[in-house]
């Protein structure tokens, strides 16, 4: 019976791993989670109602294009909605008993990554590799859908031993830190009493799990275009507006701003495309650009700074410039040590080692659910499930133990049962 | 008989504006010209026989794809060559009778640029705008190969009453200053007296000849590439060498560089790409760029800073880099104004209004030919010849009036009867 | 009797090199020249009346510690406001006769230069050098105040037969182009029909005269300063603001303004003073910049850039700044080539060289007093009294031939005469 | 007889407050100092004997001029060379019984601050105030010394009953970390067991000792001149060398440097001066500049990165440079814990409280002693005596208790009393 479920869970992680879909384009995938979780049994919330704004969307071309890509499934639902990028879903199981509401969080989407096709590589040898191109799962999402859908089958099973209310929320778009907030802006958690959510691999080794997992960044995510006036460079230099210079001089001065005696910061500057040809004016330039911070303070600082440097690099050439949020999240540390070590009792019973503490020193925006839920006076834990990785994440050839899936389902299911057990 | 050679030059100017092809890519151009040049009875030059070091040419990949848009012709001719960027041909009556060599020099190649595909625009409407999409003859190279070709059968007629030896140079790449080099280079301007070119437009009236232009500045354009090294912006900072920070000092510090006592300098910085993602230490930065000066002295004073520049950008952040010249051309100023007053004088019977004067103020490689020939005391002079103008050149809408072509014509007739008849 | 005057100007230019004070202090030098002037029984116009706004005044306590390196005169007159720093005068002689109003223009001003002290120097070696340590008449201005002073005498003793009003105009704080606005502005020119000023040195060579000078460069002089906050850069580096780098933006970014199609253009960042210490976070950031253009368009645009450039950097270090207008002086193109033939026709008679015109590409601020008169149809007219020099103009070894002086004179005198000889 | 000790600490602090003198230019301060140690009857070595290589040495003008500031002393030693920098003296008492060798560390230079002269500032009301203008005691150095030659006294006075080695290092030049590496080069320390160190103030609370004080940052101060061309920037500016922008472009890309993910950095470049006059190209441009690292491998790093930036920017503007290493510092982590608790054992018994942890996150070059003894498996402690002050450190109206003097008098005795004891 244990086998059948980690069959189950290789099974769904698999096809998963086929139809990998990038942030606000998980189509298919949405589409399949709804079909599962409906033929679970379950109540399910998707499309704009569980929306509010959307940072970081694909153009509209892309948007449109990706439609092409799904392999339609005959649905009895209305998908409209999902095409238009409100990706996604939340399925629920209410008992209408008393009990607490506890919220499972599954993150779905893939990595902008051209999948590794050679045979050290399994999804290729095994013939599961993603069928769309530049996209894979290179960071273990499919894993966690499949936990999310098997957690499903076995509340709808169960549910006549289980009281209050649980929510199994799909979120797209976490590559880049873009979906949370659209998600907890529809108040989708404002009843929500316990948060739980995890992911395969990191610092947690083999047949681990680290649980009251903090130091989560605070980080933002910018695009930066300016926009100046084309002017033929040798007849008329002094009639343009030079762009380009606006942005390399924009992209030269973030870079001074990491001093903070607070803590770490980071900026970086990934991308400036600026310019259409070699004897003109440039009259546009556009920087991808993030920033860090170890606490929040020290990010909303940093973005203060970022503002005047973006502002100050507008005037000096004359031009206008627009600032668009394409993601964030905010810091998160974990200050209830004694519901971690509640968790950890908990899960001390099975195979795998519990450990009740990690550092992560990177960025999540489960932490804006986080954030959410504990102003409400709920708790919120982060957990590692450790596994064999064959290259790090966000790699080409990314690929994890799919024995790890059953840990991972393990502890959900272990949770759940403590506190929604009638 | 007069307007049959208008109706000659219009049949060919069309023919060439709808196989436009950019600089390096004068596939279906040159074979083309080789073709009629050889009908003709020309004894003619082309393929690597004719270049030496070529500059800006375009990636391989390019280079094959354009051979699938060229019409086959039915060629007895080896055109391997041609289909490696060997284009352009000379094309050579030698009498055999003493007297002066005498070159015209026509320029070929197209601009990438989309055509204008409305009812106003005359090629669009009379059905022979370019088939090539994003190429388009916006800058009149058209009729300058129907007036070179038209010359061909001319003095293959008269070649009984000539003497000396006259040679038809149908150059590549003049757009982005890139061809003259390499004709030069291989020495096929060696022995000539007298070089002879012109242009459709610019500052000339509608039935106006303008000889004796000078005051062509002297300009480089340079490919900048930095080479860094890629790490996590947020995890190793440090790791990364930043080729977009050494690309946007470059781009600012260059545009300081334009202040010389001797005369007017530019520069521009057109084009700045660098990075790949937000969160990525950027490991590539590529800079478009081009000088220009007055004088030789003052763009050789600004190529030297610019060297400074570049190689100090890369020692900022520690990264290698590579320049690659794209294009260049000389400044050249006409010293002898005997030699136009005589031209002038030749021209004086025609009923168009004939100039013995205009400063160009933009560059024209060209100008390599004349330094060639004057070096070996020959003597060059270049001409505008006047015409109406829908657009600007280098404008999707830009179109000539066609019997302007006729001017041209009779001014490289009347010249080479003058020189070389017997 | 010639050589009484020649006599005379060398003995005074001798006295007035020896009290040589730099622009607004030259306390001694005015009280001196209206001393003279009142003794020629002139009127003089002096202090506040004959000023409106002065631009690049030294700071108080400068002014009031000049004041003990002045040798008290026993004088007649209020000399309160000259030690207020309301230098120079003017002297007229009105005739009351109808005729024209012609007016002379001498710059009194020195140089801010420690004098030669070796025995190749002339003033030195016949004890005539400057008494004020650091301030020295290095560009001939003690030669201009003498050739004035002459011609006072002159017009004092002539004046029976003259007609109309002269007017001998002593102005302060030529050096940095400060002080001519300042008399402009105070209306002293506002019925002038004829203003005539002049030059020893530069282009004219010995025993030559030019006249109809133009090609004034338009210049301004900006003092930037930037004020930030201090912070203990180890400590505390993200609660300082750094001024240092705000002008060191602002330093690099100005210098890549200089490309006009309308013509010359220049820019220069001469000075920059910022910061107190290693440790500390500079507060504060000064620099020091002059604009030059070829017409007066060109340095307006500079101008509006300039400002984007300081306020832009301001903005990127979120410091306060301050712009003071250190001196201007507009672009001069001399209109009237027939009143330069008519003054070249005046002066052939004498044994100098007379010639109609020279470019000088350079800046003057009697270009204020030439727009001024012109806007009321008067006339102007600058000229170059060649001379041979030991050291270029503005250098500590800087000495002219002494008896250049009695061509200036000449000059004036011609030219009084014929306007106002009865 | 405790009462006297105190007495004496406040007498001999005065005394040396009275005379502050900054780093090199510890002439009297030095006098007093050996005449003292050898009324007490010890060893002293001083000037040439105890240096190496001096870092941050004022310029020859002020050297010579300070000693104009200095009360002769009759003093029967010679102190030629004290006036030429060779400041601080060693007080040695060698038992030649066997016993450790045992050093005690006392900074003696002044700050370069003028002195609070208002009633509230202590030192002024009771009329022992700096009597070198500029200089100032505003660290608590004259308290160390006090404390070093009260144990001076009280090692000669107990000489018969210590045994092995006592030495007493009195340091010049700590501010701005300079003058230790000069003894440690000079081999002053090479047989030295255990190496005792203290500062009155910082973290340390009234009544507090702290011991094991550890977290000294790595720093580097560096000075930086660039060495350009000048010219006239409106008549020829492309004959300068642009010095102020090599500078300025300097500042702004080493501010750029301070992401490491090891662990915390630091750059500031304090002070900018570049340039003479408005209308000059810049020919010189100086930099002062300080590094910190959290560890010495970060400091290494980013001194590396900074030799890029200075490099570079020559080079961008074809002007030379020199970079002066002014001071340095080596981070310091205590890593004998044991060693600490011992210390702290041996204090416990006192009415002083004592902690056995501080970080220092600051920079002292008494790690470079450390190092040193360390290096030859010696020990090292450092320890902070608690007061209050009046103002923070390096402020013009610092001051503390006096009565601190004791607590640091009886640490140091009882560690000589623990390793020295017969």
């Not at 599954?106 to 993603?130: G, L, R, T, V, W």
């Not at 799909?170 to 992911?199: C, M, N, T, W």
């Not at 596994?387 to 994890?400: E, I």
Request: glycine letters at 8%; charged letters at 25%.
């Amino acid at each position: 019976m244990e086998d059948q479920i980690l069959e189950r869970l290789i099974t769904l992680r698999r096809e998963f791993h086929q139809c990998a879909e990038v942030g606000w384009l998980e189509y298919e995938t949405t589409i399949k989670i709804i079909h599962y979780l409906k033929s679970c049994g379950l109540k399910v919330l998707y499309g704009k109602s569980i929306h509010s704004e959307r940072m970081g969307l694909p153009d509209e071309q892309t948007m449109k294009e990706h439609k092409k890509n799904v392999n339609c499934l005959e649905v009895d639902f209305d998908t409209e909605e999902i095409f238009m990028g409100y990706t996604g879903a939340v399925g629920i199981l209410d008992t209408k008993r008393p009990g607490p509401t506890v919220a499972l969080r599954f993150d779905i989407d893939s990595n902008a990554i051209e999948e590794d096709e050679s045979q050290e590589h399994i999804p290729y040898k095994e013939k599961f590799s993603s069928k769309n191109r530049g996209m894979m799962h290179a960071c273990g999402h499919d894993g966690h859908i499949a936990m999310g859908l098997e957690i499903a089958k076995k509340i709808s099973e169960e549910k006549n031993e289980l009281c209050g209310k649980i929510m199994l929320i799909f979120q797209p778009a976490e590559e880049g830190v873009r979906g949370a907030k659209s998600l907890v802006g529809a108040e989708i958690l404002k009843d929500v009493d316990y948060i739980l959510s995890g992911h395969i691999g990191f610092m947690a080794k083999k047949n681990q799990v680290i649980c009251g997992i903090d130091g989560f960044l605070a980080t933002s995510k910018l695009d930066i275009h300016y926009y100046g006036k084309a002017s033929h460079s040798g007849a008329y230099p002094e009639k343009g507006k030079n762009a380009l210079l606006a942005a390399a001089n924009c992209a030269i001065n973030l870079h001074t701003l990491c001093q903070f005696s607070q803590g770490m910061s980071r900026i970086n500057v990934g991308l400036l495309h600026a310019g259409t040809g070699r004897n003109v004016v440039p009259a546009d330039g556009k920087l991808e650009v993030e920033t860090r911070g170890e606490t929040q303070e020290i990010n909303d600082q940093l973005l203060k700074r970022v503002d005047d440097v973006i502002r100050g690099s507008a005037t000096l050439y004359d031009v206008d410039y627009e600032v668009i949020r394409m993601g964030s999240a905010p810091a998160y540390t974990c200050k209830d040590r004694k519901f971690v070590s509640l968790v950890e009792n908990l899960l001390n019973k099975y195979d795998f080692e519990v450990m009740n503490h990690g550092h992560f020193g990177a960025s999540e925006d489960v932490t804006y659910m986080f954030h959410e839920v504990e102003k409400n006076n709920g708790k919120g834990i982060y957990m590692l499930f450790g596994t064999n990785l064959k290259a790090p994440h966000h790699h080409s050839s990314f690929d994890f133990d799919e024995d790890t899936l059953k840990n991972g389902y393990i502890v959900y299911k272990t949770l759940i049962e403590h506190f929604n057990r009638r």
